[in-house]
């Protein structure tokens, strides 16, 4: 595959040499401080009812999730593990781990994404019998049984995204122009329906679908690469799905908590390179002007919001601890 990064990486394998049985979906699985969600997420993965490969991509943990891991399921001949030593970045790592995926197929799996046993068998059946499809995602749950935002959308182009800032279509409706990209609310459809874009959390990818579009875009170093992608697969003419019968559930941010500031401005980030390498030619200067800017505001009065409450929470720590 073309675009494949070619840095060194340790990898381990269990004792016991090659897998014994040959993988449909090769599973990766980029992980960073996952905590005890990495085992159990490797573990609904390993529990599936196809043959699988499980390869984590780690990238610098310092919490024990990696050592977890290797104590519970480190025995088994499907796992590899990937120890990069660093924080490499979302799409860097993925890259990194399809080196070694040896499938037709791969499910890009977050590290706090839990899925029932026949939830991939069920997506790899409706992408197999449609040969121009190229991804596939599903119906992504919060822990409190709520549709994750992000599973289905349209692409965030420059104008849907100020309909959604401003509220655009709540004034003048939801049809036409005044359209939002976010599909969280609708009613879900009955069966399997083409969408523009899916969730980065589960996606299951063709591998010749991949091989003519290429791998993830490492100028992303976290967020807004799976939008990215789906961008292109389209181009290249391959159709995603959304199938809105299988369900997992998500534990969103699970691996990204203890730094938000950091977070979000890799988030903001992302969604101006997004929006430059796809829109610049298409949109008036003046527009892209005016959305960058709205980026940078939101990442400014969020990164506040943060901060705030970091200030207050030490400082009730501290009062808490004064009156000890």
Same mark, same amino acid.
């Given at each position: 595959?073309?675009?494949?990064?070619?840095?060194?990486?340790?990898?381990?394998?269990?004792?016991?040499?090659?897998?014994?049985?040959?993988?449909?979906?090769?599973?990766?699985?980029?992980?960073?401080?996952?905590?005890?969600?990495?085992?159990?997420?490797?573990?609904?993965?390993?529990?599936?009812?196809?043959?699988?490969?499980?390869?984590?991509?780690?990238?610098?943990?310092?919490?024990?999730?990696?050592?977890?891991?290797?104590?519970?399921?480190?025995?088994?001949?499907?796992?590899?593990?990937?120890?990069?030593?660093?924080?490499?970045?979302?799409?860097?790592?993925?890259?990194?781990?399809?080196?070694?995926?040896?499938?037709?197929?791969?499910?890009?799996?977050?590290?706090?994404?839990?899925?029932?046993?026949?939830?991939?068998?069920?997506?790899?059946?409706?992408?197999?019998?449609?040969?121009?499809?190229?991804?596939?995602?599903?119906?992504?749950?919060?822990?409190?049984?709520?549709?994750?935002?992000?599973?289905?959308?349209?692409?965030?182009?420059?104008? $849907?995204?100020?309909?959604? =800032? %401003?509220?655009?279509?709540?004034? @003048? !409706?939801?049809?036409?122009? +005044?359209?939002?990209? /976010?599909?969280?609310?609708?009613?879900?459809?009955?069966?399997?329906?083409?969408?523009?874009?899916?969730?980065?959390?589960?996606?299951?990818?063709?591998?010749?679908?991949?091989?003519?579009?290429?791998?993830?875009?490492?100028?992303?170093?976290?967020?807004?690469?799976?939008?990215?992608?789906?961008?292109?697969?389209?181009?290249?003419?391959?159709?995603?799905?959304?199938?809105?019968?299988?369900?997992?559930?998500?534990e969103r941010g699970a691996c990204s908590r203890s730094h938000p500031i950091f977070v979000e401005w890799h988030k903001h980030r992302g969604m101006v390179r997004?929006?430059?390498?796809?829109?610049? $030619?298409?949109?008036?200067? =003046? %527009?892209?002007?005016?959305?960058? @800017? !709205?980026?940078?505001?939101? +990442?400014?009065?969020? /990164?506040?919001?943060?901060?705030?409450?970091?200030?207050?929470?030490?400082?009730?720590?501290?009062?808490?601890?004064?009156?000890?």
């Amino acid at each position: 595959m073309n675009g494949l990064a070619q840095d060194d990486a340790a990898l381990t394998r269990p004792a016991g040499g090659d897998r014994a049985v040959a993988a449909l979906v090769s599973v990766i699985v980029v992980n960073f401080n996952g905590g005890r969600l990495l085992a159990e997420a490797v573990r609904s993965a390993l529990a599936s009812t196809v043959p699988v490969e499980v390869i984590v991509a780690d990238n610098g943990s310092t919490d024990g999730s990696m050592d977890l891991l290797r104590e519970l399921l480190g025995g088994d001949a499907r796992l590899q593990m990937i120890e990069n030593g660093a924080n490499l970045g979302f799409s860097r790592a993925n890259n990194l781990a399809l080196r070694y995926a040896r499938s037709d197929y791969f499910l890009f799996l977050n590290p706090d994404c839990l899925m029932g046993p026949d939830a991939l068998e069920e997506v790899l059946n409706v992408i197999g019998a449609r040969s121009d499809v190229g991804m596939a995602g599903c119906l992504i749950r919060n822990p409190d049984g709520t549709e994750q935002a992000g599973c289905r959308r349209s692409i965030p182009t420059p104008w $849907r995204s100020l309909v959604r =800032v %401003l509220h655009l279509d709540r004034l @003048f !409706g939801t049809g036409g122009h +005044f359209r939002s990209f /976010a599909l969280t609310g609708e009613p879900l459809p009955s069966g399997p329906v083409e969408v523009e874009a899916t969730s980065g959390a589960f996606m299951l990818v063709r591998r010749s679908a991949l091989e003519t579009v290429g791998v993830l875009d490492e100028g992303y170093f976290l967020h807004c690469e799976d939008l990215d992608w789906c961008l292109r697969f389209r181009q290249k003419g391959w159709k995603i799905l959304f199938v809105p019968d299988v369900r997992v559930v998500h534990e969103r941010g699970a691996c990204s908590r203890s730094h938000p500031i950091f977070v979000e401005w890799h988030k903001h980030r992302g969604m101006v390179r997004f929006y430059r390498k796809f829109f610049q $030619r298409r949109y008036p200067a =003046v %527009l892209m002007w005016v959305v960058v @800017f !709205g980026v940078w505001l939101r +990442f400014g009065a969020v /990164a506040g919001y943060y901060g705030l409450r970091a200030l207050v929470g030490k400082g009730r720590a501290e009062r808490g601890g004064g009156g000890g």
